[in-house]
């Protein structure tokens, strides 16, 4: 599938959250891909809706198919959704004065669902699963255009650009 295709080598299975992003975020540079969150849920959340699917069953006089299994609260999330940067909702902000030829929202259907599993082992695991494809270009001036790519880290640069800047300096 075309999903599989644009993650080709990307693990399906992480200890954390952070090994995750951090190799998450090192493959989105490396590909050219840009990923946001969409939605997320956290373990209480979860572990809440779980108790209530539970109580529901036992007023209804059903058996569950399995016992319950709630979720270590040191994962802190139980899932997030990532979706491509070009595929959030996009509303226009100007009044049509402007053509854009670049616009981001392209309804691009990439996405990445990472959520805290059990193991058959009873050992917790977040396993990761993509779906769509994208509809736009993967290149490195495409990546170079996204604002977050363009911040400045160095703390000395943005130390200068300060003093710049409080000196009248505008370009």
Same mark, same amino acid.
């Given at each position: 599938?075309?999903?599989?295709? $644009?993650? @080709?080598n ?6 954390? #959250?952070q090994?995750? *992003?951090? &190799? ?10 840009h990923?946001?969150? =969409?939605? %997320?849920?956290? &373990?209480?959340v ?6 209530r699917?539970?109580? =529901? $069953? @036992?007023?209804?006089? +059903?058996?569950?198919?399995k +016992?319950?299994?709630?979720?270590p ?5 139980? %899932? +997030?959704? $990532? &979706?491509?940067t070009h595929?959030q909702?996009?509303h %226009? !902000?100007?009044?049509?004065r402007? +053509? *854009?030829? @670049? ?5 691009c %259907?990439? !996405? /990445?669902?990472?959520? &805290? ?6 050992s #917790?695991? $977040?396993?990761v699963? /993509?779906s769509g494809? *994208?509809n736009?270009d993967?290149?490195? *001036?495409v990546?170079?255009e996204?604002?977050?790519? =363009?911040?400045v880290?160095?703390a ?6 300060e003093?710049?800047?409080k000196a009248?300096?505008t370009?």
């Open positions: 599938t075309p999903a599989l295709s $644009l993650f @080709k990307f693990p399906t299975t992480f200890g954390n #959250w090994d995750f *992003h951090e &190799v998450f975020q090192a493959y989105q540079m490396k590909t050219y891909q990923f946001s969150k =969409r939605t %997320s849920t956290s &373990v209480t979860r572990n809440n809706q779980i108790k699917a539970a109580l =529901r $069953l @036992k007023r209804q006089g +059903k058996k569950q198919r +016992k319950e299994q709630f979720l609260e040191e994962w802190g999330q139980y %899932s +997030k959704t $990532l &979706v491509c595929g909702p996009y %226009s !902000r100007g009044k049509g402007w +053509k *854009h030829g @670049k616009v981001r929202g392209t309804e %259907s990439a !996405r /990445v669902n990472a959520r &805290v599993k059990a193991t058959l082992d009873d #917790w695991v $977040l396993r699963k /993509v494809s *994208h736009h993967l290149n490195e *001036h990546w170079e996204y604002s977050g790519n =363009r911040t880290t160095d000395g640069l943005q130390q200068d650009v003093v710049l800047r009248g300096a370009a």
